[in-house]
């Protein structure tokens, strides 16, 4: 009988603790999403070097990157996981090349911003170098989120977010992964 009362109990308090949990997160609710595709999750980018291959998944870099670097300028902004709606998406595509000879990074971040309703609102490039060596896990890290750094920070400078909430419609909100997925490519050759 005494377990029975605990089990109870013990179901009560999980169910009280899920139940504000959840109220807590819809209170929390973002109107701008940032979209990276799962292609930039599950496919690996190499760096070309003689001497030291490297390979590196582009979206745990530019994730947390870009999300920080919004959040500074709009406030709440959210990751969208899959079935999110918002005023506007963000989908963020990065791009990164290394010249070995000149031991130079390349980046490029190419953000497309889409209305909740799946309008094309505006597209903007941010680009950047950072000089640095292709030798050891850290130090490539360190350069990789150095560079992505830069280019965000030029990204942002071309944003011109508060056109965005005048031409948002909230009665038409698709999902994020949907808009997200739009003209995702297939294969990515660098």
Known sequence: ????????????FVGVMSLSANVQAEGVK???????????YNYSVHLLHPYYDYWFEQGPLVAPIALDALKAKLGAVAM???NETADTIIKIKPHLFYNPQLRVYHSKLVATVYSGSGNLLGRYVGEAQQQGFN????????????????????LIKKLQLNQFAENSEPQ?????GMIGAQEDSKINFY
């Open 172 to 176: 038409k909100n698709l999902p994020c």
């Open 80 to 82: 969208c996981t899959a």
């Open 1 to 12: 009988m005494m377990i029975y009362i605990i089990k109870v109990i013990t179901y009560l």
């Open 135 to 154: 030798s050891v896990d850290t130090v490539i890290k360190y350069h990789l989120n150095k560079v992505y750094g830069l280019a965000m920070q030029e």
């Open 30 to 40: 973002s109107n701008t999403l940032l979209y990276i595709s799962p292609n930039d």
